[in-house]
């Protein structure tokens, strides 16, 4: 469905964007596309969707080179975050145009999710907020029922309500047509519980690719006596630290395993999973942690 091989984009030539990106997935899946803000998500996804041309490398989307390509676009949407409509487009107007680019259109799934989300036709698309606008860029998206569907920052600006609205919708849609989804975010506690797998992107290349079971697992915090913990943790990636009196709380690149419950135990120390968006956010840092 995706193939990319040794991607790389630089604006103007000069400024290096992406390094030698590689990935594929041929199966229907959600995956999750999470970096820190310059990574290179959005110019990986406008690359994705033929919106720009890589500099070197190949990219194919069901088989065709994305950009200026028609075939190729019969199998895509695209939905940027806050996405560029027209300013003189109503709601309906964007749907009718979102028909008219996606042949796999499914039209009463997008009746129904304009009910879900109280989207009123005739308003202006200039004039909705932030939220309603998310809510419209998903509607179409989802009825798009595109073999490759992008979303960018898809919860930018939703409730909590229609925040899990999204989640049931999209995820019923997935099981009814299997399509390959990506989503883009910078909160992936937002959107976990949607994916199959993440791809993690870091100063213009892959740093993870793997399953959100496997990502789970990675990052423990070791707590307790400060000589027992740097006696533990001496030699091994350490993300983060803090510290109180004679009491050490350190995160460790490390999974969360039996053998590490038997050493914290055996040494009187607790041993908690990390969350994974503090992992993920250590694991980009540029600090340097040192015992």
Known sequence: MITVENVKYSYDKTTPVLHGISFSENEPVIIGLWGRNGAGKTTLMKLLA???????????????????NAEAQQHLCYMQEDHPFSQIWSV???MRFAKYFNPNWNQSTADKLLKVFKLQE???TSKLSTGMKTALQLV???ASQAS???LDEPTNGLDAGMRKKFYEVLLESYEEHPRLILLSTHHIEEV?????????????SVLLNETLDELREKGIWLTGDKEKVDELSKG????EKKEVGSVKKVMIDAPFSKEWKERAHANGLSLEKADLQDYLLNITDEKEIRI
């Open 92 to 94: 309906k107007d964007a």
């Open 236 to 239: 091994l990636n350490i993300l």
């Open 50 to 68: 033929g919106h720009q041309q890589a500099s070197e490398g190949n990219i194919e989307i069901m088989g065709h080179a994305p950009y200026n």
């Open 192 to 204: 976990q519980p949607l994916c199959e797998s993440l791809i993690v992107i870091h100063q213009g």
């Open 122 to 124: 005739h308003k202006k």
């Open 148 to 150: 490759v569907t992008i």
């Open 140 to 142: 179409i998206g989802v």
